[in-house]
């Protein structure tokens, strides 16, 4: 294979070879390689003649796989909709494991007003919002001896109160800062544009 | 101003977006035809009929959302040839199906759709030069058309609400965008699925915007004196247009919608006259309809009603064949055919308005479900706790790290690109769908994991040139990107 072609292929195979030879690991020499990978590592081999052999460190975490969230106890409330709410955490490990339960109580006085009982391991649940508006508080625990014991942050309960009243009331239009200059849209000098090359036949 | 008539007013709104498709990484073969589908049936052709109406002197006013995402891609060198090998292998099948057909009717639908697959590709080749952004923007510059600016990745910004640097962020690089491609400031934003949530309209107001638009559900929550047929100002001083929800079940209600007849390829020539006739018959429904509701709302009103109805422009030809026609007929019979309202830009419409009623819009969006359903359900919740720890992770980067150079200054920038691009609202949404799940996820995989691959080599000092040089080339959306904007101060 010529080495025009070697270097048209080798963007396709360079991933491969990466695979293969991550770049803290030794590179077999590029012979012992299965033909189809030879052009790959030849290329390979070739850039690091031409660059200047690194020593630092590579990253600490290269792997494909996603960073699981911290475990930092800290209690999330999604609100999906005016009646369900998602609830998520995570747990450091020797709490995970309990048998969990989310509590909630009433902000007021701390009264509890439902339990959910979750199990071992739990990191996430729906539940219903609550129909009354005045505020409610979440927190993830477990039970022993009678006694919950709070393992996940408290989270108050986004609320189900309509949206905060003094409104229907009339303003002159001028009024607000924001409206008493409007302008037509003007657009600006053309910006610069990427060169968009002669569109393909 | 389009009138002095203190009729009514019909703002459209059509919001344009695509899922980011771009892939240079040839282990990971992209699949492009979410972006050029939408280019061949709604882009082209909405800049074709947009076109077509300024010059026969259509006096049509018309706001239009384009997604920075979809945007960018429009104007990429590289997606611009790929699409030129996509049109042109349409046009090759199309040419093959015409030879290779016995059946006579099948022939003729070849034939059309090869022709006119040769006519979008004169359009898009020869008179845009493949550069469809600055064909929008020159339409605006007619004055006919308000470009509206729209979150940096579509992301639905009421699920990133418990971190405000996120959701500031989404706005800023959006509007950033926006400047960058069309030289101006925008005036108004659409917000990605009408989502919304009270303090939203902080961030935009923050942000220089003036109006956006949103579910009338959302509005109704305000209990505003005129109603949804006139926007509330929010405290912040943004101005709230109510999406007409009646408008919108005329149009898409799954039975008796116009669109419920959904035809498959807009390009097909199979009954074309017949599905012309049926699409100003349509036309005609839907402006005499709303004339009817404007003209009951004018009566006993201090000021012209507004009737806001936003629509995808996938349904424009996308999703309902026939979409495209019945839009053109739209606003050619709103212009000419009736004397009860004007159309109007959402700037038009903010301009006549002769006193205020203020209020604010509660928790919704513009999906069917009218929440946050769709992107938060089973199929997708799992990425939520992910999203929020690489939000964490970027805004204590930002905080932390002051004068960065070289090479760590360029892999937080690109970690920056590669957050907002995990958070846009296309991946949990096609996780709920079977057939997009797995493309879906890989997608909000590989952006995390570039994400804090970068962020890696930024907290040893030892960023890897390579992996971020390929990944600036794969994700080179925003290149004006500062990763500072995800800083928690204003």
Redesign the interface.
């Known amino acids: 294979m010529g080495e025009a072609a070697a270097s048209a292929l080798a ?2 195979l360079e ?2 070879s990466r695979m293969i030879a991550p ?1 803290n690991i030794q590179t077999e020499p590029a012979t012992q390689l299965a033909p189809a990978l030879r052009v790959a590592a030849a290329a390979d081999d070739d850039r690091r003649r031409k660059t200047p052999a690194r020593h ?7 792997s ?7 475990a930092d106890g800290i209690l ?1 409330i ?5 009646v369900q709410l ?1 609830v ?1 955490f ?1 747990l450091p490990e020797d709490q995970a494991g309990h048998d969990l339960l989310l509590r909630e109580t009433r902000a007021s006085d701390g009264s509890i007003t439902r339990e959910f009982p979750l199990g071992p391991r739990a ?2 649940l729906y539940i219903d919002a609550p129909e009354e508006i005045d505020p409610r508080q979440l927190q993830v625990g477990c039970c022993r001896e009678g006694r919950f014991l709070g393992y996940s942050s408290v989270a108050t309960m986004p609320s189900n109160a ?3 009243p ?8 001028g ?5 008493d200059s ?1 302008t ?8 610069v ?9 | 101003m389009p009138t002095s008539d203190p009729m009514g007013l019909l703002a459209l709104v059509v919001h344009a977006r695509a899922p980011w498709v771009r892939e240079t ?3 990971a073969p992209a699949d492009e035809s979410p972006l050029f589908a939408r280019i061949t049936s709604t882009c082209l052709p909405l800049l074709e009929r947009l076109t077509k109406l300024a010059d026969d002197g259509v006096p049509y006013r018309l706001s239009l959302a384009l997604a920075p995402t979809l945007l960018h891609q429009l ?3 590289l997606l ?2 790929r ?3 996509y049109l ?1 292998n349409a046009i090759d099948n199309a040419d093959a199906a015409e030879h290779s057909s016995l059946d006579t009717e099948a022939r003729q639908v070849a034939e059309h759709r090869r022709d006119r697959l040769r006519a979008l590709r004169t359009l ?2 020869d008179r845009y ?3 469809l952004a ?1 064909a929008f ?1 020159e339409l ?2 007619g ?1 006919q058309l ?2 509206l600016a729209s979150a940096a990745t579509d992301a639905f910004l ?2 990133h609400a ?1 971190r405000p640097s996120i959701v500031r962020a989404q706005i800023r690089v959006g509007i950033e965008e926006f400047e ?5 400031a ?2 108004g934003f659409w917000l990605p699925e009408g989502g919304f949530y ?1 303090g939203l309209d902080d961030h935009l ?1 923050a942000a220089g915007i ?1 109006y956006t638009v949103v579910a009338a559900h959302g509005l109704a ?5 005129m109603g949804i047929h006139a926007p ?2 929010c405290p ?4 709230a247009f109510a999406s007409d929800p009646e408008a919108a079940e005329r149009i898409t209600h799954p039975e008796t919608g116009y669109a419920a007849r959904r035809l498959g390829d807009p390009t097909e020539g199979r009954d074309s006259e017949r599905m012309l006739a049926h699409a100003r018959a349509h036309a005609t429904n839907f402006v005499a309809t709303r004339a009817a509701t404007l003209e009951a709302l004018r009566r006993g009103a201090t000021q012209p009603p507004i009737l806001t109805v936003a629509l995808s422009a996938d349904l424009l030809g996308l999703t309902w064949r026939e979409g495209g026609d019945w839009f053109e007929a739209v606003l050619r019979k709103a212009a000419w055919e009736q004397n009860s309202f004007s159309t109007a ?1 959402l ?1 038009d419409a ?2 006549v ?11 919704s969006s513009l999906s069917p ?5 769709a992107w ?2 089973g199929e997708n ?1 799992w990425i ?3 999203l ?2 690489a939000a964490g992770r970027m805004v204590a980067a930002a905080e932390r790290i002051e004068r960065p150079r070289g090479l760590v200054l360029r892999a937080l920038d690109q970690a920056g690109r590669e957050l907002l691009l995990a958070q846009s609202a296309d991946w949990p949404a096609a996780m709920a769908d079977p057939v997009r799940a797995a493309t879906a996820t890989a997608k909000f ?1 590989r952006h ?2 570039s994400f ?2 970068l962020l ?2 930024v907290e ?1 000092d ?3 040139e390579t992996i971020l040089a390929r990944t600036e080339a794969n994700d080179n959306i925003f290149p004006a990107l500062d990763y500072r904007v995800f800083r928690q101060s204003e």
């Open positions: 963007p396709w991933p491969l770049a630092e460190p590579a990253p600490a975490r290269l494909p796989s996603l960073p699981e969230p911290p999330h999604l609100r999906r909709s005016p998602f998520w995570r990191t996430h309509p949206p905060p003094g409104k229907a009331r009339w303003r002159e239009h009024d607000s800062p924001r409206t409007r037509p849209p003007r657009l600006g000098p053309l910006p544009i990427p060169a968009a090359g002669k569109a393909a036949e | 990484n040839t282990d104007a990429d060198p611009q040839q699409y030129g090998r042109q898009w080749r030069d493949g550069y600055a923007r605006a510059r004055g308000e470009l009421p699920l418990e960058r491609c069309f030289g101006a925008p005036r009270p107001a003036e929550q305000a209990a505003p004196e509330i100002l912040s001083g943004l101005l830009t700037g903010s301009a308005l002769r006193v205020m009623q203020e209020g604010y819009p509660g928790d479900a009218g929440y946050r359903e938060l359900s919740d939520y706790p992910y929020d720890a995989r995390l994991q804090h691959q890696d080599g040893i030892r960023v890897d």
